[in-house]
C-alpha cells in the first residue's frame, strides 16, 4: 500500500511559476509509474503528466507540454511538478497518483494510488 501527500501549491500570478512535490511511503516506490492530474470545480479530474517507473518515458498533456516538468527522485520517494509559465487556465487542484505498472494510460481510472490534492489558483 502506496500512501501520497503532496505539497507545494500555493497562489501565483499568471506568468508565474509554483513546484508541486509529492512524497511517497509504504510501498517500492521505484517499481511504479507515477502522475499528476487535475480537477477544477465542476469539470472531471484531468491527466496532467506523468513518467514511467524507470524514468525512461515522459507523458504530458498537450495543455502543459512545454511549461510542465515531472521528475521524480527515488532515493528520496518524491515527485515533482514543475509549473512555469502558469495561466489562469491552470487553476485546480492538484493530485499526485501512482500505479505498479509501466504507464498505465491518461484516464485516471487506471491509477491505483492518490494523494489528498494541494490547490493550485493562478490569478489573471
Known amino acids: 500500500q502506496v500512501q501520497l501527500v503532496e505539497s507545494g501549491g500555493g497562489l501565483v500570478q499568471a506568468g508565474g511559476s509554483l513546484r508541486l512535490s509529492c512524497a511517497a511511503s509504504?510501498?517500492?516506490?521505484?517499481?511504479?509509474?507515477v502522475g499528476w492530474f487535475r480537477q477544477a470545480p465542476g469539470k472531471e479530474r484531468e491527466f496532467v503528466a506523468a513518467m514511467s517507473w524507470s524514468g525512461g518515458s515522459f507523458y504530458y498533456a498537450d495543455s502543459v507540454k512545454g511549461r510542465f516538468t515531472i521528475s521524480r527522485v527515488n532515493a528520496k520517494n518524491t515527485v515533482y511538478l514543475q509549473m512555469n509559465s502558469l495561466k489562469s487556465e491552470d487553476t485546480a487542484v492538484y493530485y499526485c497518483a501512482a500505479a505498479a505498472s509501466g504507464f498505465p494510460g491518461r484516464s485516471s481510472k487506471v491509477w491505483t494510488y492518490w494523494g489528498q490534492g494541494t490547490q493550485v489558483t493562478v490569478s489573471s
Open positions: 509504504g510501498g517500492t516506490f521505484s517499481r511504479y509509474a
